[in-house]
C-alpha cells in the first residue's frame, strides 16, 4: 500500500469518527488535555495500522483503538475523573436574580450533577455506559469495542445505570434539605 494510498484510507475510515473518538476518550480519562493526547495517540495508531483494517464497522475498529490507548494511559499515569466546580461556579448560583438565570442555573448544575455522576462510575461501567447511551453502540457492538461477552456488557450497563439512579437520587435527596 502506498503512503497516499493509506492516507486515503486512514481519511475515509477513522476522520468521520474523530469526534466519537475524542468522546470516549474524555470520558475515560476524564478531562479534555488528556482526551486529546489519548485521541491524536490513539489516531495514530489507526494510521499505522489501517492496512490491517479488513473491512466492517470502522467506528468500533477505531474506537477499540481508543479504548486500548486509554486503558494504557490510565494504567501508565493512574488517572481519576473528578469534576470540580470552581468557587466562581458555585458563588454564581448564589448570585442568580431572574427566574430564567434560575433556570439555566438550575439546568447547568443539573448537567454538572449528571456529568460529576458518570464520572464516578468504574470505568468499565462508565465506558459501556458512553459507548450505549452517547454513542448509540449496540450490544454486540460495545462487546466488540471492550473485548467481553455480551452478557458482560449487559450486566455492567445495568450496574452502571443502577449507581448512577443511586447516587442521582441521593443526590437529589440531598438537596431538597438544604
Keep these: 500500500m502506498t503512503e497516499d494510498d493509506q492516507q486515503a484510507r486512514f481519511e475515509s475510515i477513522v476522520l468521520p469518527h474523530l ?23 490513539a ?5 499505522r495500522f489501517v492496512s490491517g483494517f ?11 483503538i481508543v479504548r486500548n490507548t486509554a486503558y494504557t494511559w490510565l494504567k501508565k499515569n493512574h488517572a481519576v475523573a473528578v469534576i470540580h466546580m470552581t468557587d466562581e461556579e458555585l458563588s454564581g448560583i448564589e448570585d442568580a436574580s431572574t ?3 434560575d433556570a439555566l442555573l438550575l439546568q447547568n448544575a443539573n448537567a454538572e450533577i449528571l456529568r460529576a455522576a458518570i464520572a464516578a462510575l468504574p ?19 460495545i ?13 455492567r450497563l445495568a450496574r452502571a445505570r443502577k449507581q448512577l439512579q443511586e447516587t442521582l437520587t441521593a443526590k437529589g435527596d440531598s438537596n431538597e434539605l438544604h
Excluded: C
Design 99 to 101: 427566574p430564567a438565570a
Design 54 to 64: 479488513r473491512g466492517g464497522n470502522s467506528r468500533s475498529w477505531l474506537l477499540t
Design 143 to 155: 462487546a466488540g469495542v471492550a473485548g467481553v461477552p455480551i452478557g458482560t456488557v449487559m450486566s
Design 19 to 41: 469526534d466519537a473518538a475524542y468522546n470516549l476518550a474524555r470520558w475515560l480519562s476524564g478531562n479534555d488535555h488528556d482526551a486529546s493526547d489519548i485521541t491524536q495517540e
Design 123 to 141: 470505568v468499565e461501567y462508565r465506558e459501556a455506559l458512553i459507548l450505549r447511551e452517547l454513542e448509540g453502540f449496540t450490544y454486540k457492538e
Design 43 to 47: 489516531s495514530l495508531r489507526a494510521y
